[in-house]
Nanobody
């Protein structure tokens, strides 16, 4: 049984930083591409960053370019999202997800999802 669990969300002031974690079990971590998505109230879920299963290639949304970084620890089956220079518009529920075939930013490519962790950025 695959389980994906995010943690690390919270309330932070604009300009601050947070690091999210995502721990997976029940699958071979580095057989999958991993990504972070986010969904703000009333908006569609959007892809933020992806890291390929080799760990070499990353893909990011322009809105987070230069501010967010994705990384992983294969030995710990853990994915990270380092978020710096946070803005109020980054407020959303953040999800991590695993894809077997493709490292992209479309939800349709991902078949394992966590329940999300809330990030709120105050102005």
């Amino acid at each position: 049984q695959v389980q994906v669990v995010e943690s690390g969300g919270g309330l932070v002031q604009a300009g601050g930083s947070l690091r999210l974690s995502c721990t997976a079990s029940g699958l071979i971590f580095d057989k999958y591409h991993w990504a972070w998505f986010r969904q703000a109230p009333g908006k569609e879920r959007e892809g933020v960053l992806c890291i390929s299963r080799s760990g070499i290639r990353t893909l990011y949304a322009e809105s987070v370019n230069g501010r967010f970084t994705i990384s992983r620890d294969v030995a710990q089956n853990t994915l990270y999202l380092q978020m710096n220079s946070l803005k109020p518009e980054d407020t959303a529920m953040y999800y991590c997800a695993a894809a077997p075939n493709y490292c992209g930013l479309e939800t349709v490519d991902y078949n394992y999802w966590g329940q999300g962790t809330q990030v709120t950025v105050s102005s």
